[in-house]
C-alpha cells in the first residue's frame, strides 16, 4: 500500500521562506495534497496537484512535484507566525479517494 | 461552500457509556463520508468509509461493532463509539466528498473534530 513520509519539524524565521518536503511510495498515486492543521482543530485543504502537473502555484503556496522520485515539496514564501501549524501531505487514488497521510511536518515561525 | 461541521465538538464521558459524534455536509450533498481518528502528535488513520444508504466499509483493525457508522442521509452520517474506554480517547475527524458537481470532486472536505475523552 502508499507510505507517505514527511520530515517532522521545520523551523524558519518570520519572512523567510518554508519548504515542507514530502515522499510517497505509490506511483500510481493521482492526486497529492497539503492540508494545514492548526492547534485543537480540524483539517483545511490548502492545495493540491495532479500527478500529471510539476508545479501548481497559488498565492504564496508553491507545489513542486517530481513524480519520478515521488517528492512533493510545499513552499511558503514569506512565512508567517499565522503559518504556524502542522502540515500534512496526503496522496491519493485516481478516485480522489483512499487517502493515506503523512506524519505531518510541524513548522514553527520564529519572530 | 463546502462546508463539513461536526457534533459535539468535544465529549467527555465516562468508561462504558457510548458516544454519538454528528457530521454533516452544510451547503453539499455528501456521496460518500469518511471517519478518521487522530491520536496526539499523529497523523489521521482512515477508520471506516461509508456511502449514503450502504454499510460502511471498516479498514483493517476497527472494530465494527466498537465503531457503528451510520450514514442516513446525504448530509449526515454518525459515529457511535460503543461502551466507550480510556484507549479511546481521541481526536476523531470526518470528511465528506461529493460526485456532483456543485462542489470540488477531486477532494475529500473535512469537518473541524470532535475530541474525545473517557474518564
Known sequence: ?111 | GAVVSQHPSWVICKSGTSVKIECRSLDFQATTMFWYRQFPKQSLMLMATSNEGSKATYEQGVEKDKFLINHASLTLSTLTVTSAHPEDSSFYICSARSLRSEVNTDTQYFGPGTRLTVL
Not at chain 1, 524565521?13 to 519548504?19: A, H, K, Q, T, Y
Not at chain 1, 480540524?42 to 495532479?50: D, R, V
Open chain 1, 1 to 111: 500500500g502508499e507510505d507517505v513520509e514527511q520530515s517532522l519539524f521545520l523551523s524558519v524565521r518570520e519572512g523567510d521562506s518554508s519548504v515542507i518536503n514530502c515522499t510517497y511510495t505509490d506511483s500510481s498515486s493521482t492526486y497529492l495534497y497539503w492540508y494545514k492543521q492548526e492547534p485543537g482543530a480540524g483539517l483545511q485543504l490548502l492545495t493540491y496537484i495532479f500527478s500529471n502537473m510539476d508545479m501548481k502555484q497559488d498565492q504564496r503556496l508553491t507545489v513542486l512535484l517530481n513524480k519520478k522520485d515521488k517528492h512533493l515539496s510545499l513552499r511558503i514564501a514569506d512565512t508567517q507566525t499565522g503559518d504556524s501549524a502542522i502540515y500534512f501531505c496526503a496522496a491519493a487514488d485516481n478516485y480522489g479517494q483512499n487517502f493515506v497521510f503523512g506524519p505531518g511536518t510541524r513548522l514553527s515561525v520564529l519572530p
